[in-house]
Structure formats: structure tokens, C-alpha cells
């Protein structure tokens, strides 16, 4: 069953300062073949368009919206009907207003998601921070990409790379999040991990 997935990222078609668009370009191009549509919603921020190193792709709608309250407020609320509504981790730009608006945005039946792309942004999700945006309203989002199906290595002789198709793994999970709703034990098993 093919899904419109909304993605907030910082960019998908300019990698200058962002070195998550190499992800975004895998992960989305491949949930694309896969038979889902994909808009990737991106502020005009931090010279990002006047560096652009792709064309816009053919898999991709790309909305690019004023770095302004108002400018990220309109782009939500084209977003509003998808399938799935994504935000990214550092976006760059209103990123805490994204964080308290996507989970409530979204329609009955259909999924909010937090891809983390960096590694200390995790201990901010997890509501360390005093203030922190993700529990606003008693709204969450019901996934999180993690990127590895394992356990959290306990030693460092455990600790490692695995091999693997990154872009794939990370599609299957996103799909599978708009595919499906998560079973207890998914919930459990994910969290245990935490």
C-alpha cells in the first residue's frame, strides 16, 4: 500500500552544511521505488538553495518554505494529509515549534515519526532537557527511526559497524511505520534498547 509521507529536514537538494541530505537522498529515494509519495519540506535557510548540488529529483516533491514562523505554519498545513508526517532532527530552523506541532497535525489514521539523524540529539528527544517540546499536550509521535535492528552494544569489544544496505534498512522502517501500527512487544523491544 503505497503512503504521501511529508518529511520536514533541513534539505534534501543541498548538502552545504548538512551532511543529512546523503541520508535523506537514500532513505526517501528508496521508500520512492517502494511506491510511496514523498514531499520533502525544506526552510530557506543558511544559503541552502544557493547551494544546491542536485536538481530537484523526479522521486521527490520538494516545498521549500520562508524561514519565517508563518513560512513553517504554511508548510504544515500543506502537510496536514499525509500518510505519514516525518520530522527531522535538526532542521535548523524552528525546530521546536516542528516538534510540538507534528505529532497534533496529524489526521486520524495516520503516523507522526522522529527520524534522529544526529547522535547527541537522542538524549534531547528523550526529555532530559528541562522543556522539553516532544510530551506537549500529551501528543507523541508513535515512531522513531533507529538505525541498526540490535541491541545497544554493553562493552566496547561488542561495539561496531554492521554491514549492511543503510538506505534500505531505514525505508523498511519508515514503510513498515506507515504501513502498520507497532505491537506491544515492537514498543517494548524498541524501548528496551533505549
Same mark, same amino acid.
Given at each position: 500500500?503505497?503512503?504521501?509521507?511529508?518529511?520536514?529536514?533541513?534539505?534534501?537538494?543541498?548538502? @552545504?552544511?548538512?551532511?543529512?541530505?546523503? @541520508? @535523506?537522498?537514500?532513505?526517501?529515494?528508496?521508500?520512492?521505488?517502494?511506491?510511496?509519495?514523498?514531499?520533502? @519540506?525544506?526552510?530557506?535557510?543558511?544559503?541552502? #538553495?544557493?547551494?544546491?548540488?542536485?536538481?530537484?529529483?523526479?522521486?521527490?516533491?520538494?516545498?521549500?518554505?520562508?524561514?519565517?514562523?508563518?513560512?513553517?505554519?504554511?508548510?504544515?498545513?500543506?502537510?496536514?494529509?499525509?500518510?505519514?508526517?516525518?520530522?527531522? $532532527?535538526?532542521?535548523?530552523?524552528?525546530?521546536?515549534?516542528?516538534?510540538?506541532?507534528?505529532?497534533?497535525?496529524?489526521?486520524?489514521?495516520?503516523?507522526?515519526?522522529?527520524?534522529?539523524?544526529?547522535?547527541?540529539?537522542?538524549?534531547?528527544?528523550?526529555?532530559?532537557?528541562?522543556?522539553?517540546?516532544?510530551?506537549?499536550?500529551?501528543?507523541?509521535? #508513535?515512531?522513531?527511526?533507529?538505525?541498526?535492528?540490535?541491541?545497544?552494544?554493553?562493552?566496547?569489544?561488542?561495539?561496531?559497524?554492521?554491514?549492511?544496505?543503510?538506505?534500505?534498512?531505514?525505508?523498511?522502517?519508515?514503510?513498515?511505520?506507515?504501513?502498520?501500527?507497532?505491537?506491544?512487544? #515492537?514498543?517494548?523491544?524498541?524501548? $528496551?534498547?533505549?
Amino acid at each position: 500500500m503505497s503512503r504521501d509521507i511529508a518529511f520536514f529536514g533541513s534539505s534534501l537538494v543541498s548538502a @552545504y552544511w548538512n551532511g543529512a541530505a546523503t @541520508y @535523506y537522498r537514500g532513505v526517501l529515494q528508496a521508500l520512492a521505488a517502494n511506491g510511496h509519495r514523498i514531499t520533502f @519540506y525544506e526552510p530557506d535557510a543558511f544559503d541552502r #538553495q544557493k547551494h544546491r548540488d542536485i536538481p530537484n529529483p523526479d522521486w521527490a516533491r520538494i516545498v521549500v518554505y520562508p524561514a519565517t514562523e508563518e513560512g513553517v505554519g504554511r508548510a504544515l498545513e500543506q502537510a496536514r494529509d499525509a500518510d505519514l508526517l516525518v520530522k527531522a $532532527s535538526g532542521v535548523g530552523v524552528f525546530d521546536r515549534l516542528l516538534e510540538e506541532r507534528v505529532p497534533g497535525l496529524r489526521r486520524e489514521g495516520a503516523l507522526a515519526a522522529f527520524w534522529d539523524v544526529a547522535v547527541l540529539l537522542p538524549v534531547e528527544g528523550v526529555g532530559l532537557v528541562k522543556g522539553d517540546a516532544m510530551p506537549v499536550g500529551g501528543k507523541r509521535l #508513535q515512531h522513531a527511526a533507529v538505525v541498526g535492528g540490535g541491541a545497544v552494544p554493553i562493552g566496547r569489544d561488542q561495539a561496531g559497524a554492521e554491514k549492511g544496505d543503510i538506505a534500505a534498512h531505514c525505508a523498511a522502517a519508515i514503510s513498515g511505520a506507515a504501513n502498520s501500527r507497532p505491537s506491544r512487544r #515492537q514498543i517494548a523491544m524498541s524501548s $528496551s534498547t533505549r
